[in-house]
């Protein structure tokens, strides 16, 4: 069955350490989305990208990039960690406006 | 910033029941509409959504919109303790990008 997987599921880092986050689906699909979570705030999103070579920044795009070298992923980098971006962290795809999520990663900034 | 507004909760019913989930947005040219539901660690899932004015049912699951009021909302009947979870509202700003609400709290007790 076609999917959306993210990892890690789970991780810790330090301030200021580049972090990348992977999104991969085999869906074909060309939205891509990722959010954050955060108690009181719901999901905000963060960057998003409609085919290869496509990128925009949501949001709350400050401290994150993303790239879209293919259509079946689009990874998310935080340049410099911080506190702040301890969150919950889900990327989405979609074949138009119904978007389908992965399972998550638990990033905590220490 | 266009907005998604929803009682956070918790919402309790008893087993049985008929649950009425309400949600309000600011955008008046919104077209798409979502409803998610998110269990407690898990990722957001696909409900139902609408398009255009009126109720589109799907089992026990009934939406409905009124966009002159700018309303949205999801009715469950025959509400099971399994559906206790967190609903989100989600609605499309343009271009296929969701605008979430921060979610209301269902709680079924047998």
């Known amino acids: 069955d076609a999917e959306i997987t993210q990892s890690p599921r789970h991780k810790i880092t330090e301030t200021g350490r580049q972090v990348t986050l992977a999104c991969h689906q085999t869906w074909n699909h060309n939205n891509m989305f990722w959010y954050r979570q955060d108690l009181g705030h719901g999901l905000r999103l963060i960057h998003y990208s409609y085919g290869v070579h496509d990128t925009n920044k949501g949001e709350v795009s400050d401290g994150y990039s993303v790239s879209r070298s293919n259509t079946e992923d689009l990874p998310l980098t935080l340049e410099s960690a911080a506190s702040s971006q301890t969150s919950v962290y889900f990327c989405?795809?979609?074949?138009?406006?119904?978007?389908?999520f992965g399972q998550g990663t638990r990033l905590t900034v220490v | 910033q266009k907005e998604v507004e929803q009682n956070s909760g918790p919402l309790s019913v008893p087993e049985g029941a008929i649950a009425s989930l309400n949600c309000t947005y600011s955008d008046r040219g919104s077209q798409s509409f979502f409803w998610y539901r998110q269990y407690s660690g898990k990722s957001p899932e696909l409900i139902m959504f609408i398009y255009s004015n009126g109720d589109k049912e799907d089992g026990r699951f009934t939406a409905q919109l009124n966009k002159a009021s700018q309303y949205v909302s999801l009715l469950i009947r025959d509400s099971q303790p399994s559906d206790s979870a967190t609903y989100l509202c989600a609605v499309d700003q343009g271009f296929q990008k969701l605008v979430f609400g921060t979610g209301t709290r269902l709680l079924v007790s047998p």
């Open positions: 989405a795809s979609s074949p138009g406006s119904e978007a389908f």
